[in-house]
C-alpha cells in the first residue's frame, strides 16, 4: 500500500505561480509512475501532467504544456508540480496518483493509489 498526500494548494491571483507537493508513504521502495489530475466543478476528472518512475518520460496536457513542470525526488518520496502563469480555468481539485510501474500513464482508471486533493483557485 501506498499513501499520497497533497500539499501546496491555495488562492492565488491570474500569473501566479504554485509548487505542488505529493509526498509517498508506505511501500515507496517500489518503482511508480506519478500522475497529477484535476478536476473543476461540473467538469470531469482530467490528466495535467504525468512521470515515469525514471523521470524520463512525461506527458502534459496541451492547456498546462509551457506553464507546468511536473518532477520527482525519489530519494524524498516526493513527487512535484509547479505550475506558473496560472489562469482562471486552472482552479480545481488537484490530485495526485501512483501507478505500481516504472512506465507511464494517462488514464485516470489505471492508477492505484490516489491522494485526498488540494484545492487551487486562481483569482482573476
Known amino acids: 500500500q501506498v499513501q499520497l498526500v497533497e500539499s501546496g494548494g491555495g488562492l492565488v491571483q491570474a500569473g501566479g505561480s504554485l509548487r505542488l507537493s505529493c509526498a509517498a508513504s508506505?511501500?515507496?521502495?517500489?518503482?511508480?509512475?506519478m500522475g497529477w489530475f484535476r478536476q473543476a466543478p461540473g467538469k470531469e476528472r482530467e490528466l495535467v501532467a504525468a512521470?515515469?518512475?525514471?523521470?524520463?518520460?512525461?506527458y502534459y496536457a496541451d492547456s498546462v504544456k509551457g506553464r507546468f513542470t511536473i518532477s520527482r525526488d525519489n530519494a524524498k518520496n516526493t513527487v512535484y508540480l509547479q505550475m506558473n502563469s496560472l489562469k482562471s480555468e486552472d482552479t480545481a481539485v488537484y490530485y495526485c496518483?501512483?501507478?505500481?510501474?516504472?512506465?507511464?500513464?494517462?488514464?485516470?482508471?489505471?492508477?492505484?493509489?490516489w491522494g485526498q486533493g488540494t484545492q487551487v483557485t486562481v483569482s482573476s
Open positions: 512521470l515515469s518512475w525514471s523521470g524520463a518520460n512525461t
Open positions: 496518483a501512483a501507478k505500481y510501474s516504472g512506465g507511464i500513464y494517462y488514464i485516470g482508471d489505471d492508477y492505484d493509489y
Open positions: 508506505g511501500r515507496t521502495s517500489n518503482r511508480y509512475a
